[in-house]
């Protein structure tokens, strides 16, 4: 990349690096220091507000760079992920929004401790909730670090590794200072912008096939190397049986898994009532939806525009598709408007990545505090203030992150952050269906539930060719991969769902009926609610 492409792009980053550290610095000035400030923004945000802020923590880096670079390199099968994260919102609409907000107060196991033991189950699902976040932050690192290294000249271990301890850093600093209402506008913020410089990529790629989708598409096979396979299923899921049960997995894991985000669960809280919290997804599926159906045009663009030879040169894992694109669209190498677009898309890119490691950072810090400290906390001792485990707690997530962020440089972020949701949708999902909805649920089914889905899905991802036993692993020199798969979705989702039901029925315990109708007539009706 030119000096040019550095300079205005560098500019970009820290003109809205500056913009969103004065809105938490703002913020941290006109708090109240409350927990309920901290945890859920005062729950004063309106649901057009929230709607747009729900948009920004889910647009994240897997798909803006993931995505599309997947579409671009594999054709049909990289639209997996496009309908799998948009069909999961049919879930948390119908299932779990209002139900959510009107059950808990800041995080998902309030919800499951309301009608349980609250210590063991807290310690569980906190447990989980931090696991799914720290896995879901680090797609976000890896994603920064590519866009980086891009910018600063090609591939420099050394930039990708310094842009991830930044990006960790800011978000620490983000989630300390303002909390969840400055978190909020940050990613209201990182919403429009990125929506905004979506909808002009894609008019530009159908300025240049002159509105002829037909085109697109056929320019895309021919320069993919595979022809008509490019767009027909198969091209990556299809060699074989593993493949296809991969190709499963994966979608199980991206539909349900949503539902089970810490990240997108703490949103619920941050508006005043269970209608606002319906509405807000409202606005939510109908800015995500807009979104997915602009990147499958600009994932298919990159395949004709660049070739998919000049994504997967760039990155092997077509992380930097994207602002690929807009160099070419923009004039190619050295003109001025290819060095303007690329630096406005990579800022974009940049805002993103830091909205949502702040989103994640904020519900991984009140999951520590608000469940885990309180829950193991020794009897006797002066309770410390929630507010300040939860920065102390984010100071932690935000170094775990950078580190395993630093591992996994070399992987799509899309890829991970289906691992993630594989972890969620298998340790979180069954624990908040039972507890919604079955009166004889009791506390030990829920903690079976809980690591019933948990325990599995790390272990199968550690056992799996994603971290040993090929030249695209974590390890490439070691070889411990006994589970073919690479995303555990599709064994460890039944086993939570059978470990909460076994748990359950093996229990001496009665479930209290009193407590599940309580339960149930507050998630329908609000009475109660906080």
Same mark, same amino acid.
């Given at each position: +990349?030119?000096g040019?492409?550095?300079t205005l792009?560098?500019?970009?980053f ?7 550290l004065g809105?938490?610095?703002?913020v941290s ?8 400030e901290?945890y859920?923004?005062?729950?004063l945000f309106?649901? +057009?507000e ?5 948009a920004?923590d889910y647009?994240?880096a ?5 995505v599309?670079g997947?579409?671009?390199l594999?054709?049909?099968d ?9 069909v ?10 209002e ?6 107060r800041?995080?998902?196991a ?5 009608? +349980?033991?609250?210590?063991?189950? @807290? ?10 976040s720290?896995?879901?932050l ?11 290294a ?5 591939t420099?271990?050394?930039?990708r590794? #310094?842009?991830?301890?930044?990006v960790g850093?800011?978000?620490?600093i983000y989630?300390?200072l *303002? *909390?969840m ?10 919403a ?9 990529l ?7 096939f002159h509105?002829?989708?037909?085109r697109?598409?056929l320019t895309?096979?021919? @320069?993919?190397?595979?022809?008509e396979a490019?767009l027909?299923p198969g ?5 074989d049986?593993? /493949?296809r ?7 199980l894991a ?7 985000l ?5 949103r619920?809280y941050t508006?005043?009532?269970?209608r606002?919290a319906?509405?807000?997804?409202v606005w939510?599926?109908a800015?995500i939806?807009?979104?997915?159906? +602009? ?5 298919f663009?990159?395949a004709?525009v660049? $070739?998919p ?5 760039s990155?092997?894992? $077509?992380?930097t598709?994207?602002?690929l694109l807009?160099l070419?669209?923009g004039?190619?190498?050295g003109?001025?408007?290819?060095t303007v677009?690329?630096a406005?898309?990579? /800022? ?5 990545i830091l909205a949502?490691? /702040?989103g994640i950072?904020?519900?991984?810090s009140?999951s520590?505090?608000?469940?885990l400290?309180?829950?193991l906390?020794?009897?006797g001792?002066?309770p410390?203030?929630?507010v300040a485990v ?8 935000g170094?775990v992150a950078?580190a395993?962020?630093l591992?996994a440089q070399?992987l799509?972020?899309a890829?991970?952050?289906?691992l ?10 069954p624990v908040?269906?039972?507890?919604l ?6 506390t030990?089914?829920?903690?079976w539930a809980v690591?019933g ?6 272990v199968?991802v550690?056992?799996?060719?994603v ?11 070691l070889?411990f ?6 995303n555990p979705g599709?064994v460890?989702?039944p086993l939570?769902?059978?470990?909460? #039901?076994?748990?359950t029925?093996?229990s001496?315990?009665?479930a209290?009926e009193?407590k599940?109708?309580?339960?149930e ?5 609000g009475? $109660?609610?906080?």
């Open positions: +990349m030119t040019e492409h550095q792009a560098l500019l970009l820290s003109a809205f690096i500056a913009v969103t809105i938490t610095t703002w000035r006109n708090r109240r220091g409350s927990a309920e901290f859920a923004g005062g729950r309106s649901p +057009m929230n709607g747009f802020a729900i920004g647009m994240s897997a798909s803006f760079l993931g599309t997947l579409i671009a594999f054709g049909y990289g639209l997996l992920y496009v309908v799998g994260f948009l999961a919102w049919l879930v948390v609409l119908f299932l779990v929004a139900l959510v907000r009107n059950c808990g800041f995080t998902l309030d919800v499951v401790a309301s009608r +349980m033991r609250e210590r063991p189950v @807290r310690i569980a699902v906190g447990s989980a909730s931090v696991t799914v720290v896995l879901y680090v797609a976000q690192m890896v994603g920064a670090g590519s866009l980086v891009l910018l600063l000249g090609g420099s271990d050394a930039a590794s #310094w842009t991830v301890i930044g850093a800011l978000m620490v989630v300390s *303002g *909390g209402r400055a978190t909020t506008w940050i990613q209201i913020v990182k429009v912008l990125l929506l905004g410089g979506t909808v002009a894609t008019v530009l790629v159908l300025m240049r509105g002829d989708v037909d697109l598409l895309a096979a021919e @320069r993919s190397g595979h022809g490019f027909a091209l990556k899921y299809g060699g049986w593993t /493949a049960f991969d190709f499963v997995s994966l979608g991206l539909v349900l898994g949503t539902a089970g810490p990240h997108i669960l703490s619920f508006v005043p009532t269970a606002a319906r509405r807000s997804v939510a599926v800015l939806g807009g979104f997915y159906l +602009m990147t499958i045009v600009l994932g663009g990159a004709a660049l $070739g030879d000049a994504v997967r040169g990155n092997a894992a $077509g992380n598709a994207v602002p807009a070419d669209l004039g190619g190498a003109s001025t408007g290819g677009l690329f406005i898309v990579a /800022a974009i890119a940049f805002a993103t949502v490691v /702040a950072t904020l519900a991984s009140a520590v505090a608000h469940d400290h309180a829950s906390r020794r009897r001792r002066k410390r203030s929630e939860a920065r102390m707690a984010a100071v932690g997530v170094v950078i395993l962020g591992l070399d799509n972020v890829f991970l952050v289906g993630a949701f594989a972890v969620a949708a298998s340790a979180n999902l908040l269906l039972y507890s909805f079955w009166r004889g649920f009791t030990r089914g829920a903690v690591y889905g948990l325990v599995p899905a790390v199968l550690v056992l799996s060719p971290v040993s036993g090929g030249p695209d692993s974590l390890f490439p020199g070889d991969q006994y589970f073919p798969l690479q599709l460890s989702i939570g769902f059978l470990a909460g #039901w076994l748990g029925v093996t001496a315990e009665v209290d009193a599940h109708a309580e339960t007539v507050r998630s329908l009706t009475a $109660g609610a906080a």
